[in-house]
């Protein structure tokens, strides 16, 4: 079902005796918020609104609303805590800051106990190679370059998805009604970085130049944060930190899409320098 078919979702809630929400449902690719934020803004934030409405006349125990990093912007040296402000600087980014307001209006007008939480990068097995880990992967083990937009200076900091399922159970069990969680790591890399160790271990060399034979640099998105640092000690003090290291993430990561990458719908498109989609029919409709 769709989280924006009100019917739906107020059936849904009816007939199955949910009790606690995990809302993870969103458009979430950046470069295709640009293109098509008509769309990013219908699902992230209408759909948010159908699914907290309906949750609340549900009455359920908790509801975790999965926001992100972006809805701080970007930043090259302050660390953002969860009073930092909200200044999204993409379409994504926008739509998750606007829904998590309205997700917050529920704690305050009636109490109903919403949690948020913003996370780092996810990074792992299964991700759809939209996403700049597996896209990278993926060109590579196809023989191709992986396609870095404008500089490749803009770092990111990436969490393996075993320890975010760990801080989503966190949050099930000790996070506060009406609280902001950051989920983040220290662990922080340039994506031209990123290339350059995917390309060492997927191509098995170390040679500058041979690295950058690899890479193909393709024209920018409109904007790009160069940084989103944040602080994670809310979490810290709830029992949650990141244990899988980069190294053994990554090595599991590349070995998956190794045999899996053609299970994915349209996975090739995926893999273009920019995204390729059809039209969003349901709003032109």
């Known amino acids: ?7 739906f979702i107020k059936q849904l809630f009816e007939t199955e005796k949910i009790d606690i929400v995990l809302h993870f449902a969103a458009q979430t690719h950046v470069d295709l918020s640009f293109w098509h ?68 209006s529920y704690w305050e007008r009636y109490q109903f106990p919403v949690v948020i939480t913003r996370s780092s990068n996810v ?46 159970l966190t949050v099930l069990k000790e996070g506060k009604p009406g609280e902001i969680y950051n989920i983040g790591t220290n662990f922080e890399m340039s994506i031209a970085q990123l290339a350059k160790e995917l390309i060492r271990l997927i191509k098995k060399t170390s040679s500058e130049s041979e690295m950058e034979h690899w890479m193909d640099y393709v024209k920018d998105r409109p904007t790009n944060d160069l940084r989103y640092p944040m602080n994670s000690e809310k979490m810290h003090n709830l029992g949650w930190k990141p244990k899988v290291p980069w190294k053994e993430g990554i090595k599991k990561t590349i070995e998956w899409y190794k045999e899996n990458f053609h299970n994915w719908k349209n996975s090739e498109k995926a893999l273009e320098p920019f995204p390729v989609t059809e039209p969003f029919a349901q709003l032109s409709a």
Do not use: M, W
Request: net charge negative; with cysteine; glycine share 6%.
């Open 1 to 7: 079902g769709d989280i924006c078919e009100p019917d």
């Open 123 to 168: 990074y792992g097995p299964h991700q759809y190679p939209e996403k700049v880990i597996p896209k990278f992967i993926s060109l590579l083990q196809q023989n191709r370059k992986c396609c870095i937009h404008g500089s490749g200076l803009q770092r990111r900091n990436f969490l393996y998805a075993a320890d975010v399922v760990e801080a989503f």
């Open 37 to 104: 934020a008509l769309e990013f803004t219908y699902v992230n934030v209408y759909g948010t609104n159908v699914l907290v409405a309906a949750a609340h006349e549900a009455n359920v125990e908790k509801f975790v609303y999965v926001s992100t990093d972006e809805v701080y912007g970007g930043s090259t040296d302050e660390e953002f805590d969860e009073s930092s402000p909200k200044r999204p600087t993409n379409p994504y980014a926008s739509s998750k800051a606007a829904a998590e307001c309205f997700v917050q």
